[in-house]
């Protein structure tokens, strides 16, 4: 089944403590992006990647970092969670770049992060 | 740069009633244009796209989108609702051209009553 899983679901955190948000994709899709949703802001990006080795800041990249070192997957670390980073994050890949047709984004179910 | 805006953050509508979810995006020149859905505590789903050409665009679960290049908009209806399409709804833009950064909108919520 194509999807794009995310790992984990639930975290619940500590201020400072480290934390990796897993990201996947079975696709072969060469784009994938990271979002944040907060209540009454919408989904706001962070990071996106237009293919291995090749990433980018989105609208809010502070306090995130991100990697892509194979195709598949795509992690969003937080070297040291503050509270103000509590929220519900979606991982997203599409086929490619938008000249190519603004090919759909399929989305992760969501990880939702509380820092404590 | 490109925005959107759902001035509708919550709307309640009844069974079987008919729906318009408004939305309205800012760019120098046509995006793509999305619809998602939200049910709760899931992923997005894409309800339809627009591209190009024809303007009304259909999509799934029985939605369907207008859009109006005049008006700036691409709204969201569907001639009656069911239960099952209480959720929270997304507009949004991506330049057709370039990066893939997809822009929403803040979101209409729907609750559906009896």
């Known amino acids: 089944e194509a999807q794009v899983t995310q790992n984990p679901r639930y975290l619940i955190t500590v201020t400072g403590k480290k934390l990796t948000v897993t990201c996947s994709q079975n696709?072969?899709?060469?784009?994938m992006s990271w979002y944040r949703q907060d209540p009454g802001l919408g989904l706001r990006q962070i990071y996106y990647?237009?293919?291995?080795?090749?990433?980018d800041k989105g609208d809010v990249p502070e306090g995130y970092k991100v990697s892509r070192k194979e195709k598949r997957n795509f992690p969003l670390i937080l070297e040291s969670p503050s509270p103000n980073q509590t929220s519900l994050y979606f991982c997203?890949?599409?086929?490619?770049?938008?000249?190519?047709?603004?090919?759909?984004?399929?989305f992760g179910p969501g990880t939702r992060l509380t820092v404590l | 740069a490109q925005s959107v805006t759902q001035p509708d953050i919550h709307i309640t509508v009844s069974e079987g009633a008919s729906l318009e979810l408004r939305c309205n995006y800012s760019?120098?020149?046509?995006?793509?244009l999305f619809w998602y859905v939200q049910s709760p505590g899931q992923g997005l789903q894409l309800l339809l796209k627009?591209?190009?050409?024809?303007?009304l665009v259909q999509g799934i679960k029985g939605f369907e989108a207008e859009f109006k290049r005049s008006q700036s908009s691409f709204n969201l209806r569907k001639p009656s609702v069911h239960w099952s399409d209480a959720a929270e709804y997304f507009c949004?833009?991506?330049?057709?051209?370039?990066?893939?950064?997809?822009?929403f909108g803040t979101g209409t919520r729907l609750t559906i009553i009896p």
């Open positions: 997203a890949s599409s086929l490619g770049p938008g000249f190519s047709g603004g090919n759909e984004q399929f």
């Open positions: 696709m072969n899709h060469e784009y």
């Open positions: 990647s237009m293919n291995v080795e090749v990433t």
């Open positions: 760019y120098g020149a046509t995006p793509y």
């Open positions: 627009y591209f190009s050409g024809d303007t």
């Open positions: 949004a833009v991506l330049p057709n051209f370039g990066n893939e950064k997809l822009t």
